[in-house]
């Protein structure tokens, strides 16, 4: 009874992240910008969040565990999650706010327990992608 799904494990993760992190960068542009991150943008980066992140997972063998990814703030680090945001972000000529790359990024680094979550090693995903499997959506 107590079992959850994939699909709603994977949302939880995704709603838990972004929520932490928004709610941290939102601080951040009030802080420097004085002035809350446009509703539009939020939203924009949550249906990009819910499309990229944790769609993969494979089982690490080191920690005897599942592991989901990738996850919302290695897509911030990057650049994908805000690329994809940029699509559905007002009309298509209208540009992703620097400031807000700046302060999601900020915001992910500061909250990282280790370099190696926020460091972007293209050979080791490459590997890890070619062990996952597709997560249930």
């Given at each position: 009874m107590g079992e959850t799904s994939e699909k709603e494990k994977r949302i939880k993760m995704i709603q838990e992240e972004f929520d932490q992190i928004?709610?941290?960068?939102?601080?951040?542009?009030?802080e420097h910008l004085e002035e809350d991150m446009d509703p539009v943008a939020v939203e924009a980066l949550k249906k990009a969040a819910?499309?990229?992140?944790?769609?993969k997972k494979y089982y690490d063998v080191m920690k005897d565990e599942i592991v989901f990814f990738p996850s919302v703030g290695k897509l911030i680090i990057n650049g994908e999650l805000t690329e994809e945001a940029e699509n559905d972000y007002y009309e298509e000529e209208d540009e992703w706010p620097v400031e807000y790359t700046k302060a999601l990024k900020t915001v992910v680094r500061a909250a990282a327990k280790t370099e190696e979550e926020t460091e972007v090693d293209e050979e080791n995903d490459a590997y890890i992608k070619k062990l996952a499997t597709d997560v249930e959506i």
């Open positions: 928004i709610g941290e960068a939102d601080k951040f542009c009030l819910n499309k990229l992140a944790y769609v």
